[in-house]
């Protein structure tokens, strides 16, 4: 990698922002099980973390889960194992990091967790393949031809899409949409005269988006 730019925006709604940014280029890694011809891996990591409901969980896949993935026993030989085993530790150690736990009045213990979370957006790049990994519904494009063409690396995890819908509906959950009431809007007003579009979400969550890997 010789150069690269990167730019987030936090939007006109909220005074901070959700959305955390990681990049790692030009990194060696040696953890190959056969060195005999003392070859390194060339590891480039490139990262969008899209926040909700705050900006903790962001903000911890910043930090680690790139760690994570680099410290796995699969990798760099396994990359799709080590990506795996990486969003399972990191979702496991954010669940842990962020609870707390106190008494009521009945001196009965709760739980609250912290409820941020984060779709993600990963190009991992190991000597020259491209590995891309995608939680949630930001997207990925590779640009070629000076700009001119472009190619999409990734797959939004749209509950209408029917791949996802398929995988939701075998996973025993349900896919609805949101009252127009909600938005502010009068009853019998045409969603096709908004000028956007309500989006589908999923039960039990009540998400836009569905939590699941997809490579």
């Known amino acids: 990698i ?52 705050g900006n903790k969980c962001c903000e911890y896949l910043k930090n680690n889960l ?3 993935i680099f410290e796995s026993s699969f990798f760099p030989e396994e990359p799709i194992k080590a990506i795996q085993q990486a969003f399972d530790k990191c979702e496991k150690k954010f669940l842990e990091a962020n609870q707390t736990r106190n008494k009521n009045q009945k001196n009965k213990i709760i739980t609250n967790f912290d409820h ?11 000597n020259n393949d491209c590995y891309t990994i995608n939680l949630g519904d930001s997207r990925a494009l590779y640009s070629y031809n000076s700009g001119n063409k472009f190619y999409q690396l990734s797959r939004d995890h749209k509950p209408n899409d029917p791949l996802e819908k398929s995988r939701i509906y075998k996973a025993g959950g349900s896919i609805y949409k949101t009252n127009l009431a909600s938005y502010g809007f009068a009853f019998g007003v045409n969603e096709s005269s908004l000028g956007f579009q309500i989006p589908y979400r999923i039960l039990p969550g009540r998400l836009a988006v569905s939590k699941f890997l997809l490579f």
């Open 2 to 53: 010789s150069s690269y730019a990167a730019n987030i925006y936090k939007g006109p709604v909220r005074n901070y922002n959700e959305d955390r940014i990681s990049v790692i280029v030009n990194v060696k890694h040696n953890n190959y099980q056969n060195l005999k011809d003392k070859t390194y891996a060339k590891i480039s990591f490139f990262a969008i973390y899209d926040g909700h409901a």
């Open 66 to 68: 790139h760690i994570y």
């Open 116 to 126: 941020s979370g984060s779709c993600a957006i990963i190009v991992l790049i190991i």
